[in-house]
T-cell receptor, first 111, second 116 residues
Framework: QKEVEQNSGPLSVPEGAIASLNCTYS??????FFWYRQYSGKSPELIMS????GDKEDGRFTAQLNKASQYVSLLIRDSQPSDSATYLC???????????FGSGTRLLVRP | GAVVSQHPSWVICKSGTSVKIECRSL??????MFWYRQFPKQSLMLMAT?????????EQGVEKDKFLINHASLTLSTLTVTSAHPEDSSFYIC????????????FGPGTRLTVT
């Protein structure tokens, strides 16, 4: 079993729709959870962080965390073509500073 | 805030030569820096973790004598690829994290290395 699992996609949604990206992780000790966006040929960009169970909203983005289920998700409201990218889920490894990256979900937003 | 720069953004070198890549945190002190490698259409692969003033910790399978990492100050880490070969051609990305329990990492723009 992979440490961080994400559906590779592509997830295709029409412009203006809600995109829902999911991630499960295996390390129960993980305390911090991050979503990074990576455009093709570019480096990852931090877009959301979440540390406690529940929802965290930032603009069009909402991160959801359920530690009991070892599940974290990212919702993107009013999706735009510029949101088309690969989204990487990354919990920290145990109590260390290392992050464990999933292989990413590719999102395509159709105009 | 939390800006990380890398230099050069791309480099072409001949097989057998060495290449140095710099990673700088511009507006914060990076107690820990990370070096990743990413091949086309693959996920990030952590190569090593470095703390300021300490030896780097390499991930399993990464040759420490080939990939030399120096974290001389709280704002600068360097990765030197020694005796480069074509199979070392990749996208090298650094990230930086400051002290604290939030574990956020901020990535540099990456360096694309091509070894001919």
């Amino acid at each position: 079993q992979k440490e961080v699992e994400q559906n590779s996609g592509p997830l295709s949604v029409p412009e203006g729709a809600i995109a829902s990206l999911n991630c499960t992780y295996s390390d129960r000790v993980s305390q911090s959870f991050f979503w990074y966006r990576q455009y093709s040929g570019k480096s990852p960009e931090l877009i959301m962080s979440i540390y406690s169970n529940g929802d965290k909203e930032d603009g069009r983005f909402t991160a959801q965390l359920n530690k009991a289920s070892q599940y974290v998700s990212l919702l993107i409201r009013d999706s735009q073509p510029s949101d088309s990218a690969t989204y990487l889920c990354a919990p920290n490894s145990g109590s260390s500073y290392k992050l464990i990256f999933g292989s990413g979900t590719r999102l395509l937003v159709r105009p | 805030g939390a800006v990380v720069s890398q230099h050069p953004s791309w480099v072409i070198c001949k097989s057998g030569t060495s290449v140095k890549i710099e990673c700088r945190s511009l507006d914060f002190q990076a107690t820990t820096m990370f070096w990743y490698r990413q091949f086309p259409k693959q996920s990030l692969m952590l190569m090593a973790t470095s703390n300021e003033g300490s030896k780097a910790t390499y991930e399993q399978g990464v040759e420490k004598d080939k990939f030399l990492i120096n974290h001389a100050s709280l704002t600068l880490s360097t990765l030197t690829v020694t005796s480069a070969h074509p199979e070392d051609s990749s996208f090298y990305i650094c990230s930086a994290s400051s002290a604290g329990a939030t574990y956020e990492q901020y990535f540099g723009p990456g360096t694309r290395l091509t070894v001919t």
